[in-house]
């Protein structure tokens, strides 16, 4: 597939055909692409809505010493508020800014606007949907973060006259109280102590960096038909190590409980796969999962020998990747190779030359009989 709709040769080189080239192809995107864009944008407005409205849910917390042993009641809330090793914001570019980077370079080699597109949309796809999930979990379930009573200062005196919930003071040996006991002045630093679940560093890290895995085991052919180098494997993972990395050190600066950075792990693969498969072809097969879905025509599976679908890859190893040869296109047939053909990745077989030919799709169903 061309970095851009193919062009009269002759002309190729002449500022004006560059520009008109250009506006053709951005007319087709914005074309194919406004409605996403729309909706993309509404869901990251109702997300950021949802995170800054009020929590409308009332938990309890124990705040009480033994008068045995002189222990503090859950004290794994009870750590300092030492702030974020890495902030909410840069963990959100990083997971987003990153995977664009290498989609964008990774062009030198693939030279596929429209594989680009997919792969830059697919991991804002991911990443935003991840985000109104877990926004909507922390408002709607929540938790209290680790350094909860830091933040909180409980005084246990205000009970009696701060209590419009009615569960201060209650429970067993009456331990129980709520944020109504609080003396923190600011109320934004209270709403975010206690809407720890599910992590939303975790989320966007898995959910950007999960997309960027599944592309590159896609793009490199790593668990393909034949083995792979082991600098492939090893730079498939390390968006998996980003996002752990990422995850973990909430850990260190006490940011959030396990279950918090297990659950946002959890929502951002989940999202990253149905993201990657919303995009591309498949996810796991590897004769397919490097090639860009299109919006208005299916994509051949069950094609009959006549496209070769080994265009678009980074790797070069065992007939993937490379360029492909293309002859005249024959005045007489019907034309396969039509834009959306062209879009999708695949090349028409009688189109290419002979040394060219590669990747064809084995027999299946009735077929391999």
């Not at 909706?39 to 407005?45: D, E, I, L, N, P």
């Not at 429970?171 to 992590?199: K, L």
């Not at 002979?354 to 064809?360: D, G, L």
Request: proline fraction near 5%; glycine fraction near 8%; hydrophobic fraction near 45%.
């Amino acid at each position: 597939m061309p970095l851009l709709p193919r062009i009269n040769p002759d002309v190729a080189a002449t500022p004006q055909s560059k520009r008109a080239t250009l506006k053709t192809f951005l007319r087709k995107w914005l074309k194919v692409n406004y409605q996403d864009l729309l909706c993309m944008a509404f869901v990251g407005a109702l997300a950021y809505g949802i995170y800054h409205s009020p929590v409308i849910i009332t938990r309890t917390f124990p705040i009480t010493f033994d008068a045995t042993s002189g222990d503090i009641v859950y004290p794994q809330w009870a750590y300092p508020d030492r702030g974020w090793i890495i902030p909410a914001w840069l963990s959100g570019l990083i997971s987003i800014a990153l995977p664009i980077i290498t989609y964008i370079v990774a062009q030198i080699q693939i030279k596929s606007v429209w594989d680009a597109s997919n792969a830059i949309i697919g991991t804002v796809w991911s990443v935003t949907l991840a985000s109104l999930f877990q926004v909507t979990l922390k408002q709607l379930v929540g938790g209290f973060r680790p350094y909860f009573l830091d933040v909180c200062m409980p005084d246990v005196s205000l009970a009696k006259t701060h209590n419009k919930s009615g569960l201060n003071g209650v429970g067993f040996y009456q331990i129980m109280y709520t944020t109504e006991i609080c003396t923190q002045p600011d109320q934004s630093r209270i709403q975010n102590a206690i809407t720890s679940f599910p992590s939303g560093h975790t989320t966007a890290a898995f959910a950007g960096f999960g997309f960027l895995f599944l592309w590159l085991n896609a793009k490199l052919k790593v668990w393909a038909d034949h083995k792979p180098a082991f600098w492939k494997l090893s730079l498939t993972f390390i968006p998996v190590l980003a996002a752990v990395l990422i995850a973990g050190s909430l850990t260190i600066d006490a940011a959030h409980n396990w279950y918090d950075i297990l659950g946002g792990g959890f929502i951002g693969t989940i999202m990253a796969f149905a993201s990657y498969r919303s995009t591309y072809a498949s996810v796991w097969d590897w004769r397919f999962n490097h090639l860009p879905l299109q919006e208005t025509e299916s994509f051949r599976y069950g094609f009959d020998g006549d496209l070769d679908y080994a265009a678009q890859t980074l790797s070069m190893a065992a007939g993937w990747g490379g360029k492909k040869v293309r002859l005249p296109e024959s005045s007489s047939g019907p034309a396969i190779s039509t834009e959306s053909t062209l879009r999708s990745g695949a090349e028409e077989i009688e189109n290419l030359d002979a040394n060219t030919r590669r990747k064809r799709r084995g027999p299946v169903g009735e077929e391999a009989v």
